[in-house]
């Protein structure tokens, strides 16, 4: 049987992440495409929400098993979806301190500690290719991230955190 599946995997030219994937836990996108219209349709753009609950939990379940997780039907602009291998790329330790410094009149610096922001990065690349990097993070500050597509590369962003406007999913150079 192995060597049926290794025979498979060099006709198709398969990797070792093809064949290992089926063993990865398979979750659905936290990222959806709204019907929120868009100017930048006509370009392949699609307007984008997220789910940041979703996000803890596959980073949750990336640490928990110490692997990837199979993220499917990420979309990539209006008319792609793709399956990415991700992991939680950990940004905010227990011990990451958040300082917000003023200075008062005299000169004197004072430090006033805050509360850490909501924050999850997940990373890896696009199934099958390791080689296609993947990187994508939603927090309270928004939603951002890249995706290597082969030669392409598709941006998913809700633009400046001070700015209230759907997130975008579309391919560089379309725009």
């Known amino acids: 049987m192995l060597t049926s599946i290794l025979n498979l995997a060099l006709l ?47 980073a ?14 990420v979309p990539l602009g209006s008319d792609l979806l793709a399956d990415l291998v991700l992991h939680e790329l950990k940004s905010i330790t227990p011990d990451s301190r958040f300082v917000v410094a003023e200075m008062a009149g005299d000169g004197s610096i004072s430090e006033i500690e805050i509360d850490p922001p909501r924050l999850v990065v997940l990373a890896g690349h696009v199934e099958g290719h390791p080689e296609w990097e993947a990187m994508i993070a939603d927090g309270d500050m928004g939603l951002n991230g890249y995706v290597n597509y082969g030669d392409r590369t598709f941006l998913i962003s809700s633009g400046p955190a001070d700015v209230t406007q759907p997130a975008l999913s ?5 725009m």
């Open 12 to 58: 198709t030219g398969a990797g070792a992440t093809d064949l290992q994937s089926p063993l990865l836990e398979r979750v659905e996108s936290p990222i959806q495409v709204t019907n929120e219209p868009t100017q930048w349709s006509a370009f392949s753009a699609a307007t984008v929400s997220s789910d940041l609950a979703a996000f803890e939990d596959i």
């Open 60 to 73: 949750r379940r990336s640490a928990e098993r110490g692997q990837h997780v199979l993220v499917e039907d």
């Open 170 to 174: 579309f391919e560089v150079g379309l």
